[in-house]
């Protein structure tokens, strides 16, 4: 039973919870057998309380035994993003300076994870404050790809993807501000989305740049995402830039795509695309066509500016949101008895990394006076000139296809000393979160050497059904989904 449970989807594991042929208890410690073996080989986990993860299931287990419904996550485990606060555990955000910090709060996410029955199995790595593309700017140790331990899982929710890829959990929770779900998702060959801005609460996350930052669900298959989304999706009266827009079912939702407009924008497949990459991406976006839905070519002609445009908006917004982390508000305290000057520039100068300090200063030096008008209120009008062509696009087309990443996995080291590199690795998934639309990636196959490559699909403002429901026909169509990795 237990290794049919390992292999189990997150909507395979609540059913047979719920009905019986399982307890929870058993289905966490057939995960957290998983982690104890696997963990150390690619320090996907940061913290795994493995009491509190049993206490969680028994909870569940109880509940049955009295009749009453367990909720639709049933005894699943679920790694958690360890930005995501939860009251009195560990919330690192990957770095130093809050290596002792414990919440007074629970995300709304945790919360609503735990409302519907999941079992918290563990909180996972990352880069330090999100500010990555390969969680090799952890503030505690690399994360490891398990298709292959010399190359990067992705970033920033790395330690998420290794996770699910590696059988450590059958779901997780993310956050994607220019496509740090999207990434590691196709990275690691596995089921990552983000939805649409403000659809998800941002209460307990945290914060890198608040009008891109947005929680969403990693899995091995599109209908457990479906079902998670369903779960920590709607209106959070805790977070102002909630949507209060109805939530639909996603997981009834998904359904056929005949007929469906599928937009070919040539622009993502020019200069710098892998050929391999390019070759798995539109051999999927035959099988789309194959299977009843209509390819159409559209522009998308501000994406050269997509990069600079996303740098310059985000670094903005870290500045500001990471100006709290001072050694007086909370967080650890290093240095400075001569002054405030000292203790903060002590603070961040001992317990802050390389990349948060160059995203800060960056940020700054665009928000200052004299360099406002230069650069942050240009890269607004870049941004809003991106919005403008999804719109327009989407005028002839349901939903955008193309890769998700230029290349499949590339070496630990490879890139970290090499920010613009680093950066461009993501120039197809930063053009969503600038728009505000929900995106997903999917595998689509593998290069030569084995690694993952990954499919993505963007839709219209709100309509992650739409989007959900064409990447579930594809993986129903293909098989790459069910590939394990060889750890």
């Not at 982390?325 to 002590?346: Q, S």
């Not at 590199?421 to 595998?443: C, E, K, N, R």
């Not at 709100?462 to 064409?470: I, Q, R």
Request: glycine letters at 10%.
């Amino acid at each position: 039973m237990a290794e049919e449970v390992a292999s189990a989807t997150a909507v395979e594991i609540a059913r047979m919870v719920a009905g019986g042929s399982i307890s929870a208890r058993e289905v966490a410690l057939t995960f957290l057998d998983r982690i104890e073996k696997v963990n150390s080989s690619t320090n996907a986990f940061l913290h795994v309380n493995q009491d509190w993860s049993l206490s969680c299931a028994d909870l569940i287990d109880q509940k049955i035994a009295r009749g009453e419904n367990p909720g639709p996550l049933a005894g699943v485990p679920i790694a958690i993003k360890d930005a995501l606060c939860i009251e009195g555990a560990p919330t690192t955000c990957g770095s130093r300076i809050l290596e002792d910090y414990r919440p007074p709060y629970t995300a709304t996410v945790v919360r609503r994870v735990l409302e519907a029955g999941a079992v918290p199995i563990g909180k996972t790595n990352m880069d330090e404050f999100a500010m990555g593309s390969s969680n090799e700017s952890s503030g505690f140790r690399k994360c490891f790809n398990p298709w292959d331990l010399s190359r990067a899982p992705g970033g920033s929710s790395g330690g998420s993807a290794v996770a699910v890829a590696a059988g450590m959990a059958p779901v997780a929770l993310g956050s994607d501000t220019g496509g740090s779900i999207r990434q590691p998702a196709a990275f690691c060959g596995v089921t990552g989305m983000k939805p649409t801005w403000g659809r998800v609460s941002r209460y307990g996350l945290g914060a890198f740049a608040s009008s891109l930052d947005q929680v969403g669900p990693l899995s091995r298959t599109v209908e457990d995402s479906a079902l998670l989304l369903s779960v920590i999706a709607g209106h959070d009266e805790r977070d102002s830039t909630s949507l209060p827009d109805p939530v639909d079912d996603y997981r009834s939702a998904l359904g056929s795509i005949k007929g469906l407009r599928v937009g070919v924008p040539a622009e993502y497949f020019g200069e710098g695309l892998d050929g391999e990459v390019a070759a798995a991406v539109r051999a999927a976006i035959a099988t789309l066509e194959e299977m009843g839905a209509s390819l159409v070519e559209v522009s998308l002609p501000h994406l050269p500016y997509a990069v600079a445009a996303y740098c310059i908006v985000s670094m903005a917004e870290s500045s500001s949101n990471l100006a709290r982390y001072d050694g007086v508000h909370y967080g650890a305290r290093k240095g400075g008895t001569r002054g405030i000057d000292e203790l903060y520039a002590g603070t961040r100068a001992q317990l802050l990394g390389r990349e948060v300090k160059r995203r800060i200063m960056l940020g700054t030096f665009v928000l200052s006076s004299g360099y406002y008008d230069a650069y942050y209120l240009k890269g607004l009008k870049a941004r809003r000139l991106i919005r403008r062509d999804f719109e327009e696009a989407f005028e002839k087309v349901d939903v955008i296809a193309g890769p998700t990443t230029p290349t499949a996995a590339f070496r630990i080291g490879e890139k970290i000393n090499d920010p613009l590199a680093m950066y461009l690795s993501d120039i197809f998934t930063i053009s969503a979160p600038l728009a505000g639309i929900p995106a997903i990636s999917v595998p689509c196959g593998f290069t030569s050497e084995r690694l993952p490559v990954g499919f993505q699909i963007m839709g219209r403002l709100l309509d992650e059904k739409t989007v959900l429901s064409a990447a579930a026909a594809f993986q129903g169509a293909t098989d790459f989904h069910e590939a394990a990795c060889p750890l």
